[in-house]
């Protein structure tokens, strides 16, 4: 166990040095010419960071959904986020240019969130079944107004669009960073807080003895899931997989209690987001994440299906 800590203290500093100075261009870090020193000012350190603001939330949000649902098979995609970030992104573009794509994508990723939700919550209650399906309706309404505003578009700006849905780090900035890494700190140190209520939360039906308002907790969690999943999402795009396979793997390195969950998640979704990216800056072409992610993703979500069944335990 001390040897599993040490390693995840050490990987996310390591992923990210590698962030700062693994690229096209060599940087040697003990002798930076003024070139080397502007490109990571400039392009390597704000992506870097942008890939820690990434990890964080992306990981952060499917532990809060899988905790909360005692099911390790449930991220925050599921609730509708990425169809309704997609069409406040296609809006934005069509209509909306000057409000920008990210606050516009924010706002209806929220929406999405609030209105699946709002249809799983039946007498006061949400079973993970009826949010599956909540989430199901809510993608596909969203998808196809999705589809509806892609037939307006013209191709250049249609291209533009699919590329940003797949999901990347490449165009990030300075201000892109300063819109999500101060939130999605903020809402980690404030679901470390909330560490106690997460763990009565995972017991399930349990919690309502120990005298927890079950539906309260539940849908403030929720929320908090979704409202990291789009302070990145609505800036960087569609960044798919992470939210999932970072939380289980995390809690079957340092079991399920949240004091350690929490810090484990925050280390392995840096060291999987940044790693990604630094693997995209070294293959030929500009390869969105997202599609690194999804490569990984998918195959360790076969496994982790076979092996769990989709049960929590």
Do not use: C
């Amino acid at each position: 166990m001390r040897k599993g800590l040490i390693l995840l203290l050490i990987f996310p500093v390591v992923a990210v040095f590698l962030g700062i100075f693994v690229g096209s261009y060599p940087t040697n870090p003990l002798h930076l010419d003024q070139l080397g020193k502007r490109i990571i000012w400039n392009i390597r350190l704000p992506r870097t960071l942008m890939g820690i603001s990434a990890g964080m939330a992306l990981g952060l949000g499917g532990m809060i959904l899988q905790a909360v649902f005692r099911n390790p098979l449930v991220d925050t995609y599921i609730l509708g986020v990425s169809s309704g970030v997609a069409l406040g992104a296609a809006l934005a573009v069509s209509f909306l240019p000057m409000a920008g794509i990210a606050p516009v994508a924010l706002v209806f990723g929220l929406l999405a969130v609030f209105i699946a939700y709002s249809l799983a919550r039946v007498n006061g209650r949400v079973s993970t079944v009826s949010l599956v399906l909540a989430g199901i309706i809510v993608t596909s309404l969203f998808s196809a107004l999705l589809a509806l505003l892609e037939l307006l578009l013209s191709s250049e700006s249609l291209s533009g669009l699919v590329v940003w849905l797949m999901g990347s780090l490449s165009n990030v900035s300075w201000r892109t960073v300063d819109y999500s890494l101060p939130g999605v700190v903020v809402l980690a140190i404030l679901l470390y807080f909330l560490r106690f209520r997460l763990n009565v939360m995972s017991l399930g039906d349990e919690a309502e003895l120990l005298g927890v308002n079950v539906p309260l907790w539940r849908g403030t969690f929720v929320f908090l899931s979704a409202l990291l999943t789009v302070l990145v999402i609505s800036s960087t795009g569609i960044i798919g997989w992470v939210g999932l396979i970072v939380p289980h793997t995390a809690r079957m390195l340092v079991g399920p209690e949240h004091s350690k969950l929490i810090l484990a998640t925050i280390s392995m979704g840096i060291t999987v987001m940044v790693l990604a990216d630094v693997i995209v800056r070294l293959l030929p072409g500009d390869i969105p994440v997202g599609i690194i992610t999804t490569v990984v993703g998918v195959p360790f979500f076969a496994y982790l299906l076979r092996k769990t069944g989709g049960a929590w335990e």
